[in-house]
């Protein structure tokens, strides 16, 4: 298969062997190559503008607000005061457009690598960039690592809005990228990280799970349903420095009229409770992360 | 895009217009056109053997469990004493393999319209096809249709496992179905169908799901991750003859080592509960299920 071909793009990777979706394509908005990374835009034909980055699907218009949703405020609501908020990666806007929602959020600081992709978003993607123009944000250009190696106990809430475990993001699955999230936390602290789907790379989301548990006194899989990710479902690794911290249980909950208000499509009280819920395979899989040697626990596996 | 070239097979259909998933081939095992449709069977790369009818993947060997599982235990577990199961379709077998394993299931009538998919199925797929061996089934080869309208009030719970509706299934979503199984019920009975998903057809979805409504003093949608169904999700809608059933809470609540003694990989009680929980714009969806007017609710429309 080739990744743009007779109208269809089709997302090839091999944290994914063997399966790829395509997307139709009506036009190619824009291509490039960056420092970085080859960055994409496409309009597609059923699912709004695409962002495509290494030819991975990032975001598309039409499910993008899942993703968002959910990675910024499931730990924006186990904080009781979630007042200043790093944000590494996110280049499209989207997490700062939804962080800067909350009304006790004070001050997102937001370090983003690549000037081009926040250059094409401004340009492609405005119903994402829009967390750019927020009065709460103060946007950074430049390396996480180095911001953070510069930031110590400033944050509540880090949020990592990464791209997968390939090339350049590698190294924001570690261990030692767990330390320096927590090293740059207020006390009270939670980190939020893209974790990966069970369903496709359950050694690597096992894993991810592990270096966070390794590094927080508390932390929890969650996932939520984004069909143009890989699987169809995406995974959030969460770590707390308060041990009380119980991810399933938001303490703070919102009406559904302030909901209404935020605009949000996809988060509530239950959804978040829900996202914490593993299927048993799964629940098998994470609990593996303190015996390593049951962690070979696919889900085509017979049991 | 074709649907098998160059060792992939990619999924089209107008219900889920503009995305495709693409599995890759290692082998077609099996290919014939019986009287009803088009069934293939492939030897994928990444997700064990799939069976394909009319162009769309039915099951992989690698998430089926997910889709059986679900379909079978949330009515099973939502009725106090299901004693006698009508399967409606299910060539593949897996439903008959899960429903078998409720210690209260003393009966199960199955009826498959198509004896090839059976016979297929049984030389390829023994894994779901080990179902149809299992001494509490009685399985009939004809019409659903014809079948209810010649069993009146002899089932607690009734369970279509159809393909989508294009084609021969289209009967199955609509509301004169929904009253053969009413029909077919004894009093308490409860019905659960495949009911699409609302990331890719969400007026389908509304609409199933709303006939279920007018023929069912209580009814309600769940849905589960799997990862070969288009978008990643699939749904059910069920109904139930007594209006005090609450289908998020489980009747019966298996303990988890029951749940490991009858293999279910998926499904537990809180998988249950998390499966009735919807995001924002789907509660917005099914609520207006009441209020047809605000029904063009999809994912992709900005809120």
């Known amino acids: ?3 743009l071909k007779k109208g269809w793009f089709s997302e090839l990777n091999e944290l994914w062997p063997g399966m790829s979706l395509s997307l139709q394509v009506e036009e190619v908005l824009h291509k490039e ?14 699912h709004g503008k695409a962002l495509i980055l290494d030819g991975i699907i990032q975001c598309t218009e039409s499910d993008e607000f899942a993703y968002q949703e959910m990675i910024s405020f499931l730990p924006l609501c186990c904080h009781p005061s979630p007042k200043r908020v790093l944000i ?24 983003e690598i690549d000037a081009q992709v926040i250059e094409v978003s401004k340009k492609f993607l405005p119903s994402m960039a829009v967390g750019f123009s927020h009065p709460k944000l103060s946007l950074h250009v430049e390396d996480g690592f180095k911001f953070m190696q ?15 475990p390939v090339g350049p993001a590698v190294s924001l699955f570690q261990e030692s990228y767990f330390s320096l999230m ?13 974790g990966g789907t ?14 966070c548990q390794a590094t927080f006194p508390a932390a ?6 984004v069909p143009t990710y890989p699987t169809g479902q995406i995974g959030f690794v969460l770590g707390s420095l308060d041990e009380n911290t119980k991810f399933r249980d938001p303490v703070r909950k919102f009406s559904d009229d302030e909901l ?27 609990s593996s992360t303190s015996n390593p040697s049951d962690r070979n626990n696919n889900p085509g596996d017979s049991s």
């Open 182 to 194: 927590r090293r740059a936390l207020r006390p009270g602290g939670i980190v939020c990280s893209q």
């Open 150 to 164: 510069q930031h110590e106990h400033e944050f509540d809430v880090v949020i990592t809005d990464s791209s997968d």
């Open 33 to 46: 190559k960056s420092s970085y990374q080859d960055i994409m835009v496409l309009q597609t034909k059923s």
């Open 88 to 111: 590494v990666g996110g280049g499209d806007g989207g997490v700062a457009r939804e962080v800067a929602k909350h009304p006790d959020v004070e001050r997102i600081d937001q370090v």
């Open 1 to 3: 298969m080739d990744s």
């Open 260 to 286: 209404e208000s935020m605009h949000l499509r996809y988060y509530n009280s239950d959804i978040h409770q829900a996202a914490f819920t593993m299927p048993r395979f799964a629940q098998k899989i994470l």
């Open 220 to 225: 929890a899989y969650a996932y939520a349903a």
């Open 198 to 211: 069970v369903w496709a790379n359950s050694e690597h989301v096992a894993q991810t799970l592990s270096h």
